[in-house]
């Protein structure tokens, strides 16, 4: 192990500084107000989605929907120069998940894009298709539906499979071959087992691997090699994680839990056989990344890596040619790259300093050789990002620095919002991380009007230092936008995490309330101030509504849970994705049991207390929406309007839990524009 992993400690400070692109930005005119920038620029698919070097470096994929409706694969000749070539279009699915499984041959996935999250039906899936460089003799490994061609044969195996790992090419050998699993599923959608089988790209043969998996598989972990080390199996409730090291022909279980959680979890593994996993520190605190001691079959007491105020977010970044490590990749209030090799070090370090007070990821092919080529994606709080290739050795006739393009086009990063992170107490001492969006031309100390922007989940993390959409579009409309990581929130120990079990529209609002009220004593916000969100989001803008009237003028509310009773027990009249193990162990632990917490639920379950809501309010919903179905929607707006505030309402046919197609994020967005605009008074962009 290099020394340097051995012991890291590292506080990331936010990168606040004002945006500074390749060249200086031109000052903003203050004598003539600039046009708002159209909504569509915001919420429009990215131009370059995904980027991925060829083994050799010698070519890249990118995923773009440039020059059609759909998201195609283009494939770059970086050493000849010639056109890109699209290799892989359709008409009614969209391309992602690209990967090389060697310089001759690529793989991806299709799905359904315009199709709001879950909205999908139950005989769809991903797929998995390869293909060439050129565009030739693509070929469906496994199936997106359950079709059977006229002759009775499949083209692909069943859509019940699913890409583990691809190997990474070793010099000298045929990569033909990705590692793939078949699943097999219980009742309501609850995996019951998988087994691994190799699965040929170029013929869509398959052949056994050569061992079996434990009883009651549910999740793989493979190495670079594609050789299966980790099993976690469930029983029931109960759950195990399993090893099988290079020299071993059993598994060995190394930890035991249940649904609700292990004593550690996998990270990474490399060739070697060393295990890396995160942990939390003694007491239940923050995450962190380990060694796992196989001697005490135990995580090692001193940690790798610890960030202080977060839990270890991020992956290990080993090498393509013998899984050793090379550095850690983790996000805390932003993303930030740890090498330990000391060739990636300086390569970092060089384009940090052409690429100043930005996010850099680089990844790297024929690193430590002359022909060592690196794929840049660099981006800033008011920058979607750009995509560079980079030869810190360049040939005769090539360029050091090869633009690739902006990930996406219309949007002035001189024209966006800066953004910032700041740690306020709640009400009751308790360390509230919260997000600011600032809207261009606000003064210090001339408050702005807010919008208290609420993320969904609620059990995630909200936000990071990168440009997103929707808070820069409220930026851009003059709002001061505030996320709070209210309690519940994931990311940031296990403390924080917990405080918010059982605490639907209770201490977790009482947070968001008090990001606010932090907003104001600081003069950053005015008087004016409007709640919205998405999912728990939505639910959380309708209890702000309840619980702090005198905070708010108004609300907006989409994918809305309105309902607590509906979302705990289920209906046999409304369809659903939630299964049945989560209704009966994860929901009645960390929002409530529908029997023994019916009191607390019905206190805070906004369909319950419309009568208590008399702000304005837009509620939008998918009809095809099976995470927060439509129902929820449907029995609020009756309850309002039955209390005399009927709010605003549209519904968007075929959408589920988001919207997928442009017209209708559009439409959303314009009329949430002018709601806001009506309530909040004029807002200066």
């Not at 203050?30 to 131009?47: G, H, I, N, S, W």
């Not at 059982?502 to 609002?509: T, V």
Request: proline share 7%.
């Amino acid at each position: 192990m290099t020394p340097s992993l051995q012991r890291i400690r590292w506080r990331l400070l936010a990168p606040l500084a004002l945006f500074a692109g390749l060249a200086p930005l031109p000052a903003l005119a203050q004598d003539k107000p600039l046009t708002p920038v159209p909504a569509a620029a915001f919420f429009r698919e990215a131009d370059l989605i995904e980027a991925v070097l060829s083994p050799s470096g010698k070519r890249l994929a990118v995923t773009s929907a440039a020059g059609g409706a759909r998201i195609g694969l283009f494939v770059f000749d970086l050493v000849g120069g010639a056109k890109p070539v699209r290799v892989a279009q359709f008409g009614n699915v969209d391309i992602r998940n690209v990967a090389w499984v060697s310089e001759e041959r690529l793989v991806f996935s299709a799905t359904d894009y315009t199709l709001g999250r879950s909205a999908g039906t139950d005989d769809e899936g991903p797929g998995l298709y390869s293909v060439d460089p050129q565009g030739q003799s693509q070929l469906e490994l496994i199936e997106r539906k359950s079709t059977i061609v006229s002759d009775g044969s499949r083209r692909g195996l069943d859509l019940n499979h699913v890409l583990l790992k691809i190997p990474v090419p070793q010099p000298g050998q045929a990569n033909e071959e990705v590692l793939v699993a078949k699943m097999i599923t219980g009742a309501r959608g609850e995996a019951s087992r998988m087994s691994s089988l190799w699965l040929n790209v170029l013929t869509g043969k398959t052949r056994s691997t050569g061992f079996a998996e434990p009883a009651g598989t549910i999740q793989l972990m493979a190495d670079s090699r594609g050789q299966a080390r980790i099993a976690i199996t469930r029983d029931g409730v109960k759950q195990t994680l399993q090893w099988r090291g290079p020299q071993d022909t059993t598994w060995q279980v190394l930890a035991e839990g249940d649904v609700m959680g292990m004593p550690f979890a996998p990270s990474a593994i490399d060739d070697a056989g060393k295990l890396y996993v995160s942990t939390r520190e003694a007491g239940g605190g923050h995450l962190v990344l380990s060694a796992f001691d196989f001697e005490q079959k135990k995580p090692q007491s001193e940690p790798l890596v610890r960030v202080r105020g977060f839990d270890f977010n991020g992956q290990l970044i080993t090498s393509r040619g013998n899984g050793s490590a090379l550095g850690v990749r983790l996000n805390s209030d932003a993303e930030t790259t740890i090498w330990f090799d000391p060739g990636m070090k300086a390569i970092q370090a060089e384009v940090d300093k052409r690429l100043p007070n930005r996010i850099n990821r680089i990844d790297c092919r024929l690193c430590g050789t002359p022909d060592a080529v690196v794929l840049v994606r660099t981006y800033s709080d008011r920058d979607p990002g750009q995509i560079w290739i980079h030869r810190p050795q360049p040939a005769e006739g090539q360029a050091a620095w090869q633009p690739v393009g902006a990930v996406l086009n219309g949007i002035d990063p001189a024209r966006m919002a800066g953004v910032d992170f700041q740690r306020i107490k709640a009400r009751d001492g308790r360390d509230l991380p919260v997000w600011l969006t600032l809207p261009r031309g606000i003064a210090p100390g001339k408050p702005a009007p807010a919008v208290v922007l609420v993320h969904g989940g609620p059990w995630v993390r909200g936000g990071s230092w990168r440009w997103n959409a929707m808070p820069q579009f409220l930026a851009s409309r003059g709002y001061l936008v505030i996320e709070p990581e209210f309690r519940g929130s994931d990311g940031f120990g296990s403390a924080h995490f917990r405080a918010g079990w059982k605490q639907w529209g209770q201490a977790m609002q009482d947070d968001v309330a008090d990001a606010l009220l932090w907003a104001r004593t600081q003069k950053l916000a005015d008087d004016r101030a409007c709640i919205a969100g998405a999912s728990y989001g939505g639910y959380s803008t309708l209890m702000g509504l309840v619980r702090h009237p005198e905070l708010y003028r108004c609300g907006v509310a989409w994918a809305a849970v309105t309902d607590l009773d509906l979302l705990l027990k289920g209906s046999w009249f409304v369809k659903d994705d939630a299964s049945e193990l989560s209704r009966q162990y994860g929901m009645p632990e960390m929002i409530g049991d529908p029997e023994k917490d019916a009191a607390m639920l019905a206190a805070n379950s906004p369909v319950l207390l419309a009568d208590k809501i008399k702000a304005p309010l837009l509620l939008a919903f998918g009809e095809a929406d099976v995470r927060v179905p439509l129902a929820h929607g449907e029995r609020m707006r009756q309850a309002l309007i039955k209390a005399g505030n009927e709010p605003q309402w549209v519904a968007y046919p075929g959408e589920g839990h988001g919207w997928g197609l442009l017209k209708n994020k559009i439409d959303f967005a314009q009329r949430l524009e002018s709601f806001l605009a009506k309530h909040l008074g004029p807002a200066a962009p």
